[in-house]
């Protein structure tokens, strides 16, 4: 079957309402052996997609994963992206924020970690954090040590709404795509991938007590969620809301997405000049000899 990934693609200034979008789809495949083909066939295409990237050296490809708690973040960076060469790629992970990462502004620590061109980046939770997590806890704020004038703002958060838009309007404008997914998942969905964290042995260490306390937050980081996706998805740099109860079918979305933003690029491999040409038959006659 056919995955369009614009279906999932969230239109800029579109109201946001998480309970009516779905976290279930009907499933792209038949069986567990179809599904292997396809994510094959994602994983062979995005492969070579990513060399040609990586050729090119025009752009830079960021993707941003974010998420509740249990939603398959890293399970989708390690089932799509199993066939990407480590040299074009780098996966980072942002928790909680580093004394030094405190004395910066807030997209600081980020902005260190971007990819440069002929790469792609991946940031498992990244700048968004900081209008989910700190807008749900806002006690959090105190540890950023800023200035009262600023704190104080009514319009504070939408202000933050604003420099993140204007980083990925600066990003766009400087060669590199952003492409951000919102993995949905449901709460029922969430319970049942904690317990099973729980019964498992080998995946006890997945699970944390700070996990199940924010689960208690469920309602509050919905709208932080809702308002964020709402204010910031953009032309040049949308947001994709992918139903994540079924983690198979959340997989095949997300890599067709990748697939086709790394085609949006239209990469081609650099043109050889007559005189490089030259130069290569004259090598190619001498390692013949």
Known sequence: MTIDSKSYRLSPDHKVDLGKWPTTVAPYFKSKKQYQTMIEKHTHDLSALQLLHFACNRHALLLILQGMDAAGKDGAIRHVLSGVNPAGCEVFSFKQPSAEELQHDFLWRTTCRLPERGRIGIFNRSYYEEVLVVRVHPEILRNQELAGELHDKKDFWKL???SIVDLEKHLYR???KTVKIFLHLSHEEQRKRFLERIDVKDKNW???TTDFQERKFWKEYKK???ECLQATSTRHAPWYIVPADDKEN???IVSQIVLDAL???KNTYPLITRKRHKELLVIEKQLKK
């Open 160 to 162: 933050r709404y604003d």
């Open 174 to 176: 400087n060669g590199t």
């Open 206 to 208: 997945k699970f944390s």
């Open 224 to 226: 932080a969620y809702e």
């Open 250 to 252: 959340a997989r095949l």
């Open 263 to 265: 085609k949006d690029l």
